[in-house]
């Protein structure tokens, strides 16, 4: 993949030098996440969802549905079919007898594939930060997620 800047050359980055580089990492992430779906022979969807499920606690079918845009339907297809592989299983919740929740099952890949390589690299920046730029960094992740759900078409609301 080819790579259109050279962030070692020790210089300041400019924004647009910045952006080029986040977009290099997306387009990496995709095609990693690529490779990792076809290992473990699913589909687009399926990976979304295991990756929601491994994200998201207290996970409802239907929030499930929200994240990845699919109607009731489908998004049932798509739970039986993780649920027969043992991706994924669907219990009572605890409090509430009406609401299912979606938990991993026995099968479910315990590690991220593609993302565990890009936490471990966040994680080794992250130890390199002084605690306020840490608070910092943490607000502005806080709010770019806050912002992309937002600005998403399918805004995504928890259950109550």
């Known amino acids: ?10 210089d300041t980055l400019t924004a647009a030098e910045l952006f080029r580089l986040t977009q290099e990492l997306f387009l990496a992430y995709d095609v990693a996440q690529n490779h990792y779906r076809a290992e473990l022979d699913i589909n687009d969807s399926d990976l979304r969802a295991l990756n929601v499920v491994r994200a998201v606690s207290e996970l409802s079918p239907g929030v499930l549905g929200r994240y990845l845009g699919l109607s009731s339907a489908g998004c049932t297809t798509m739970l039986d079919r993780l649920e027969t592989a043992g991706f994924i299983c669907r219990h009572p ?7 299912t929740l979606v938990v991993p099952g026995p099968s479910f890949p315990r590690t991220m594939g593609p993302g565990l390589q890009l936490v471990r690299i966040i994680c080794g920046l992250w130890q390199q930060l002084d605690q306020q730029t840490r608070a910092a960094t943490a607000e502005m992740l806080r709010q770019a997620t806050t912002e992309l759900i937002t600005s998403s078409q399918s805004t995504v609301k928890p259950e109550k």
């Open 1 to 10: 993949m080819p790579v259109n800047s050279d962030p070692s050359s020790g």
């Open 93 to 99: 919740h605890p409090a509430d007898r009406r609401r």
